[in-house]
């Protein structure tokens, strides 16, 4: 059975302090990694795709990489406006699901 | 555009009702997803399609009937509500099932009293 495990469960920083975010995920046949943004009362929205272990894939101050084990999301020099709820999820080959992770909830205090 | 629109975005049932989830998409997308989100659960498939006419069963599936009549629309039935059933629900869609991003609906917020 797929497993996603993210961590820290909530994370405070101050304007500007960067930091990562951790997706941990066990799954017998990796087709992708992905990461989703979701502000309180609002869908998830798509941030990125990661397929292979060294990938890496930037969008503003955020940059996501994938390991075997592990993926990070790296949040640099954070405004306020970044302050939301991070999901992962993982899809197996074989199968159309999507497993998701419970999400680190990213607080940035100006 | 669009994208992926849900009705209703709040709703109350008493236990025992029926009611049904309306989803639509307008982005051609063959497939289409539901979710249900709870605190400290993580989201979680109730039931996917693939494409018209042709549905299957995701983690939670129980007490939640779907069907696929169009590529756009993709309804989640409540046969007989629940409190367990108490939660936020979202409809997703994409292009290749999740070999590519999902788009999400902004949710609805269901209780059952």
């Known amino acids: 059975e797929d497993q996603v495990t993210q961590s820290p469960e909530a994370l405070r920083l101050q304007e500007g302090e960067s930091s990562s975010l951790n997706c941990s995920y066990t799954v017998s046949g990796l087709r992708g990694l992905f990461w989703y943004r979701q502000d309180p009362g609002k869908g998830p929205e798509f941030l990125f795709t990661l397929y292979s272990a060294g990938e890496e894939k930037e969008k503003e101050r955020l940059k996501a990489t994938l390991t075997k084990k592990e993926s990070f999301l790296h949040i640099t020099a954070p405004k306020p406006e970044d302050s939301a709820t991070y999901l992962c999820a993982v899809q197996n080959f074989g199968n159309e699901k999507l497993t998701f992770g419970t999400g680190t909830r990213l607080t940035i205090i100006p | 555009n669009a994208g992926v629109t849900q009705t209703p975005k709040f709703q109350v049932l008493k236990t025992g009702q029926s009611m049904t989830l309306q989803c639509a998409q307008d982005?051609?997308?063959?497939?289409m997803s539901w979710y249900r989100q709870d605190p400290g659960m993580g989201l979680r498939l109730i039931h996917y399609s693939v494409g018209a006419g042709i549905t299957d069963q995701g983690e939670v599936p129980n007490g939640y009937n779907v069907s696929r009549s169009t590529t756009e629309d993709f309804p989640l039935r409540l046969l007989s509500a629940a409190p367990s059933q108490t939660s936020v629900y979202f409809c997703?869609?994409?292009?290749?099932?999740?070999?590519?991003?999902?788009?999400f609906g902004q949710g609805t917020r269901l209780t059952v009293v």
């Open positions: 997703a869609s994409s292009l290749q099932g999740g070999r590519t991003e999902a788009f």
């Open positions: 982005m051609n997308h063959e497939y």
